[in-house]
């Protein structure tokens, strides 16, 4: 197979964001390729997700990533606009933090970090929020954070359909196969190894194939502490309205917020996070054990809701600090990693997309320093935690 100038392997939400704004930088000239195997994107994390996008991080990278994922979602780029293809349906909204005393010191240093960073973020006593969300059980709840006008949830596929169209119009080449690993020769990568097509070359290669990501960083010699975590999320009726309902996320790790007319669940799962990227079979004990009784318990209106529907899904999960890896490999001078993003690849992708293209027309980063999120950090043992993982 002939080569091309970028190669990037994984086609889903990141990928697909590196190389829109490859494609749209103005001093880029090559030709870019996107290796993805499955171009229907069923087992894809992009089309799994409950493609929600906050402010209310505990790492000021992350704040600023999301900062300009939704100013992306509120005013797309030309590119999506002339073509299109810029309907994501948005709704802007907030989350809403929940803690018991146990848990009240951690989220008043976040909403201080918040803060700090330009999130208009307001902590809420436990009076308060009863005030402001009667149907909330608040009795055994110390506090609250919420926002106005910095978060929310859209249509996430309809983000990755529209990256890809456009994409193509401009034309990159999406080509369906996957990528096994690379050859190399004096510390650069020369190809990637196709598992249908062979080889590949390449004169830069970006690694962005979410729970995939792992195996071909060790084709490299690298070890990436990045595994597949499994999550279910439910759908839900409820015969009761709830007023102003944010996504809200309660002590329990338990998350749910509405959906037209009916509500998206999370219930936390077993923490180990090694699971079988290919299992996508919904556990629907898990509801029944662990899901209704803390969603009737927090909303007392949730006692009489209805499974509809469900599906399970898989975060690529950075067992080394729940954050993602980002920039140059080590070792490479033509390779570039984007992977374990722990559930919030698909609000970033906008601004990991953005960074990546820099790096690899001009050298470094332009816009927004993404070098915390660097690998080297993990070589010398220095988590960038992120404690507001769901």
Known sequence: ?????????????????????????????????????????????????????????????????????????????????????????????????????????????????????????????????????????????????????????????ALLSSLKAVNERMGVRYVRDRADGFEQSQGRITAVTLRAAGRMSCGCAVIASGTQSRELAANLGIELPVFARKRNVFVLTCPVTLPSCPLVVDPSGLWFRPERDRFLCGVPTNPDPDADPSDFEVDLELFESRGWPALAHRVPAFESVRVTAAWAGHYDYNVFDQNAFVGPLPGVSNGLLAAGFSGHGLQHAPGIGRGLAELIVDGAYRTLDLAPLSYARFLVGTPLRESNVI
């Not at 999506?80 to 933090?97: F, Q």
Request: charged share 15%.
């Open 1 to 157: 197979m002939s080569g091309c100038d970028v190669v990037i392997t994984g086609g889903g939400v990141v990928g697909s964001a590196c190389a829109f704004f490859l494609a749209t930088h103005p001093d880029f000239h090559g030709s870019i390729a996107v290796i993805e195997p499955d171009p229907s994107y069923r087992g894809a994390a992009s089309s799994r997700s409950a493609s929600s996008i906050r402010q209310q991080f505990s790492t000021p990278i992350n704040i600023a990533l999301s900062r300009f994922g939704l100013e992306f979602l509120r005013r797309p780029p030309s590119a999506l606009l002339a073509a299109g293809k810029a309907d994501w349906s948005l709704v802007e909204s907030s989350y809403l933090y929940l803690c018991t005393s146990l848990g009240q010191s951690t989220l008043e240093g976040n909403v201080a970090i918040q803060r700090t960073w330009g999130v208009p973020v307001t902590l809420h006593d436990r009076r308060a929020l009863g005030d402001r969300y009667p149907w909330l059980h608040t009795e055994d709840l110390a506090a609250g954070a919420d926002t106005v006008g910095a978060e929310g949830w859209f249509d996430g596929y």
